[in-house]
Structures are given as C-alpha cells and as structure tokens.
C-alpha cells in the first residue's frame, strides 16, 4: 500500500514562494478561491463524505417535519381525488389556479439546475463545480413536484395516460396540435434527461463514495456506481456523454418554459395572448431558479459544513448573476406591460387597473419591490453578494415576488375574460394550501435526503479544476491562472 | 495463453506519462496498457493515445430515431384521426415542429446514454482490476502481459516509481456473460411491465373502480349558480338571451304598447295562435301538436324573457320571428299576450 506522505503530488502540495511579500499573496489567493486551494483528493472526499454519513439531531428534526408535510400533500391530494375538484375554490371561470401557478413555479426554479450545469460546464465557467450538482439536484426534485402538479388538477388522476400519445379505449386521440401536448412532451423529455444528466454526472464521485463507506452505504454504491473504475475509455466516453447532455439539454431548457408560457399564450384570455410570453417566462424562471440555487447552497453549506467548498466567490458571482437576469426579467415584463398599456385594450385596461389601484393592487407592489426595487437597490454591492444571510434574504425574496407574480399571471389574469358577467376572482382554501406547503416541504425534503444519500459536491470536478489552475507571476504580483486542457 | 495483469500505481501525471513511455519501448501495445484515475487526465498529459469514442455517432442515430418517432406521432395522429379543424390546415407545420424536436433531443439523449451503457458494458459484473488508493488520487496503470513477461513488467513499474504494484489472475474481469443476462432481463421486465400498461388501457384487464365524473362527490365549481356581472362590467346593450333573466331594455305595459302589440299579433301570430291566442288559429288544424294556448297555465308561468326568447329564437315547430318583430316590437307582443291572458 502507499504510504501517506508519497501519495502527496505536487499538485495539491505546492509550495509557497520564498519571498514573504510573494508568499502572502498566494496565501490570500488560495483563501480566496476554491480552485486555488488545493487539497490531496482523500481530503477533499472527506470533507464530502464526513458530514454527508453523520446524521444528526437537526436532520431528523427536518426529516419529521418535512415528511409530515409532505405526507399530509399526499393525504390531501387522495382526498381531493377522491371528493372531486369541489373541494377547492376553483370556480367556472378561473378554471386553472393554484396547482398550475405552482407548475409554472417549479418547472421555472428547475431551469436554474441544467443552465448552471451544462451552460456553464460548455461555457467553461470553472467556478461552477462546487455548484452544480446541488443545483441538478433541485432541478430534478422541482420537476418531479411540477410534473405532479397538473396531475394534482387534473382530478380524475387515474385518467393521467389519455394525454399519452397513443390512441386510448375510448378511441380519443390525443392531439398534437395542443399546448398541452407540447407540454407533456417537453416536461418529459427534460425532466428524464435531467435525471439522466444528473447521474452521468455522479458516477465517478460514486465511485469514490463506494470505496470509503461501508455496511448498507457501501452495498447501495456498489450498485449504483455501475462498476465505474475511471479508466481512461470510461472517462472519454463520459465526457462524449456529458457534452452531448450539455448541448442537447440547453435547447430543451429553453422550450421547456416557452412551452409552458404557450399554455396560455395560445388561448385568447386578454393579458395571457403575448408573443413575448415565452422569452419572458424563460427569464423570469431562470431569475427565479438562480435565487433558489442560491438558498440551497447556503442551506447545504451549513448543513453538511461546506465551507471548504462554497465560498464567497461562488455566492458573489451567483449574486452577479442574479442581479443579471433581475435586468433582463424587467426588460421582458416592461416589454409586456407597455404595449397594452399603449393601445388601451378595455379589457387590459381593467386588468392594469386591478393590478395599479384594485384589490390585487397590495400583491402587485409587493412583486416589484421584491422583484427589482430590492434587488437592484442592494445586489449592485460587493459587501451584499458576499454576505451569505443578505444575499439568502434577496433570493428569498425574488421567490415570493416571482411566485406572486404567476399567481398574478394565472390566478388573477384568468378571473377577466371578454365577457364581464364571466368575472370572477379566486380565493384560495385549505386543500390548495396543504397542498402547496406539501410540495414546497417535499422539494426541500428531497434534497435534504439526497444530499445525504449521494456526493452533493462534485469531487472529481473539483479536484480536475484544482488540477488545471495555478498561479502566474507577473513583475511583483501573483494572480489566479487557469489552463485550458480542452 | 494465461494473461496477468499488473497494475502500478503512481503519484502524479509526469512520472505516469514516463513510465506509459518506458511500456512501450518494452514493446507493450498501446491497447495492453490502460490508465486507472479518480480524475480525467487528457490522453496528451500521459502519452496515451487519442481516444475516439462512437458514442456521438450513436447518439446521432437516436436523434433520427426521434425525428421518425416524432413525425409518427404527429402525422399518424393527424392521418388515422382527422379531427374537424375549422379551416385550419389538417397537417399543421408549427405544432408538429414543436413535438418533433422534444421527441429528437430524447432520442438523442437516451441514445447517448444508452450507449455509453453499452459501450462500458455497466452496470459491470465480476471483479476487473482495480485499486482503492485510486480514489485518493494515485493513478492507475493497468498492464495486461503474459504471465512470462510478468515479472520484468513489474520490476519496470518498480523502477519507475510506482508506490505500489498489485497482481491480478485472469479471472480479474469484467463478466459480459451476466451483464448480457441482466440487462436481456431487464428489458423483458420492461417490455412486459409495457404490455401490462397497454392490457389495463384497453380495458382487457378491468378493475372495477368507478371512474365517472358524474360519481364525483363534489363538483362545486360545475354546479354553482351563474356569476352576477360585477358592478364596474360594461353594460349589456339589447335584450339578454337568457332564461330567467329579465330582458333589457323591456318595454312597460301601456295601452298605447298593448295596442300596438294587437297590430302585429294580428299580422305575425293569429293565423296560428288564434285571434285570442288560444292556440285555435286557421292554420292551426295543420299542426300536431297543436300551437300553444297563450292563456293557458304553461304560458302564463312564464316568465316575460321567455316569451321574448320563443319568439326570437322560435320553439318545435314555431318558427323565429327575430326578422318580423325588432326586440321593442316584441315586447309590444309580450304585452298585448299578457293582457289577453287577463
């Protein structure tokens, strides 16, 4: 076996300059970026693995809480199926509310997952390895909830396979020409190749995993490792595999979402039928599903003590970004909002009117400070991104602006058809409620066992990038270099 | 021929790339020697030779798969179940466009998986050879020699500088023979788990299980009354068509209106309602059943928007007066039958 100190390259034990001045500088670099601050892998793993296999007192505190929650979704959800639609406030007219505005909400937090993952890893963005993988993870677990939502609406749950594509017993065809039928075949389509992506992805760290534990741990990554060993066919055919993934799962990303907006911009409901609605829903869910990847970064960095891992530079520059798409998601809503509000449309005209001084008025204002007004007053700060709580507290709040504003979209929007004497205004009740808090806990119950279950960091990538960055001396300074092995 | 396989470990890049070196001028092939790592090295950091993997073509043909698959669906849909699509084209381009390119990217990317499934023959069974201190970051390299050479190979490795060097027998490998078996099983489970599906779609296998909307317990939503338009809705110019509701604007009973309503009863009505309305006109011998008797109960109970809908829109046999009598003339009507029912 190989002794301790013979195992240590010079990769990850490189010395300091011997010059003081010089030295202190790759000290601070090294503290400051991950990449940087290489560490031999078993130590890495470690500090994956250590915290992931000790479950302590506050993981089974949420474990109850959150399964309680999610169990009561489900009792609900049954007893919903079993009463029918009656028990919600879904009336004749808003026809479609709470379930769907949850659906457009969770498909929208799923985006942020695979655009951190494959646009980044094509865009070669190393500072997203720590990331990514918690972000695939809540991109699967928000899809599973959104593709249940619309089963969760449909009331006769069981007639789920009439919206397959083939002909049922009754002889009804499903049909293509429906944005419902896009939707099934594009909410599919990413949600199985996100699961697929997610767990090329795992694999090697698997792997790696199997080796260090032991008991049931170890049996359950002997199976799920498949046998990866890291030979060096398996590797470039993983690579193949991840960049085929990476570039097939951006476009569907984008037409994920463009198909959902589709849900409504292809009916003739006024303040829905928009032919920006699908670039402005792709934003607004990438806005959104950025804030989210940022909460669970920082749940998970206190939870299985990260700290190694995510650091300032990752919750600056998800912070950039952030107040990035914040500017492009009101660009998009401007957009939007102006060219009614230019033609004066009666009927649009008493929709902006409920949103600017009628009874929605209170949920509208608190959209846009939560939206833009906070976001832009604080992001622009160096001093905010970096702070881990201010930074959670903005992100938090893009979430309730967002999910407010689909609930305006749908719920609200949907109560003013042409026809006045259709009017009508939806308030929700506890089945709706249950429900909602249920996927909300079961999101986060998800990955909370998850990232119990699987290597939440990417080892591998973070020991690659560790590999391929060094520093550069240039006169007196010493900066952060990066090699381009590709 | 018994073949030994020898894998060293070493501790860094630039010492395994020497010691790949060294293989080969021992007159090792390239395809004897295989690297192990918990990292991807490029084949360029080790010497090793570039890699092609086919994985990108096959992936390419699911991507074509897809494209039959989605064209199938669409135009098999729109082929075997013409719908009426109201002047709109029967084989839509942009619709189609959109399921077909869902259904390329899946078949693509299944495909891909699928194949580098099949290419690496995972989920692997038996024991190929392979090194805890791997994942610490040792890399691996893997030499598979006749057990004659075994011994020089080793001591090359060795001298090289690898920290260790472990042995393995040739029952050291991959068992393609269960994964053959595995993966056959899996897919029977899930070509049959398929035919179950189908077998309860069709209704072959039934579950008594009330499945009716009419069997709902509550269907709130469906059943409540009609919304009253709001307050700031705009107003409804014309008479409502709508049973129960009252008309607008209604004309009231005056006897300048119920003189005017004589007028046209006489011109419109009386040849088959009677000259008072008792259903008794001349031509009402041609007719079974019979026209109503406009003083009888059953008119009476009606309400004045009912009367105005008959005659607008006309009842059985009655045919729409909506082109003889402007609504304002209607009510004229409604009021002369009103007053014949006195």
Redesign the interface.
Known sequence: ???QA???????NRPLPDDPELAAQVREIREKHLLQDAR???EV?EKVLGPMARLGRVFWLALIVLGGLTATWLATWAYQA???????G????I?WAPYIVNFVYFIGIGHAGTFISAALRVLKFEWRAPISRAAESLTVFALLVAFTMPLIHM??V??F?WML?????R?L??????PI??DM??I??YL??SM??MY?GIL?DI??AR??ASGWRKRLYT?LA????????????????LN??SY??I??MF?VHT?VSWDFAMTLQPGWNSSIFGPYFVVGALYSGVGAVIIIMAILRKALHLEYFLREEHFNAMGKFLLILSFTWVYFYFNDYLLPWYHKE?ILT?IFRLFTSGWAAPLWFTMLIANILIPWATLWSRKVRSSIPALVGVALLVQVGMYIERYLIVAVTLGYPEL?????VYVPRLPEILITLGVFAFVVLGITVLSRLVPIIP??EV??GQ?LQGTRRIGRAIFPAKTE?? | MADTQLLGLFNEAASTAEVIERLRRAGLGDEQVSVISSVPYRSRMLRRPEITSRISAVAGIGALVGVVIGLAITFGTYLLNPLPVGGQPQFPIPPTLIVVFEVTMLGMMWAAFGAFLFINRMPVFGQPPFSEDVVDGSIGVLVQAEESRSAGIERLLREAGASAVERFDSSARANNRTWIKVMGGTGAAVTLALVLVLLLAYDVIKIPFPTNMADTVSIAHLQGPRLAAPAEAVPVQGPVFIAGQPAVPQVASSPSSIQRGQVLFGINCLMCHGEKGQGNGRLATYFNPKPADLTGEKVRAFADSDIFLVISLGSGQMPSLAENLSPTSRWDVINYVRSLQK
């Open positions: 076996m190989a002794e013979s195992l240590e390259s010079p990769v990850w031999p892998p078993r793993a079993y009463q029918g639609m009656g028990v919600t879904l009336n004749r007219t026809m009331g006769r069981w007639k396979y594509p083939f002909p049922n017993q002889q065809w499903p049909n293509p020409r429906s039928f896009w075949t594009a599919f389509t199985t190749c697929l992506f090329l090697p792997a790696i080796e260090k199976v498949l046998g990866w060993r890291g030979t060096d066919r398996e590797w470039k055919h993983l690579d193949t595999t085929i993934f097939g799962i476009p569907v037409s198909v009666p008493v006045p004497f259709d009017w009508a080892i591998w020991v690659e590999l092995a590709d």
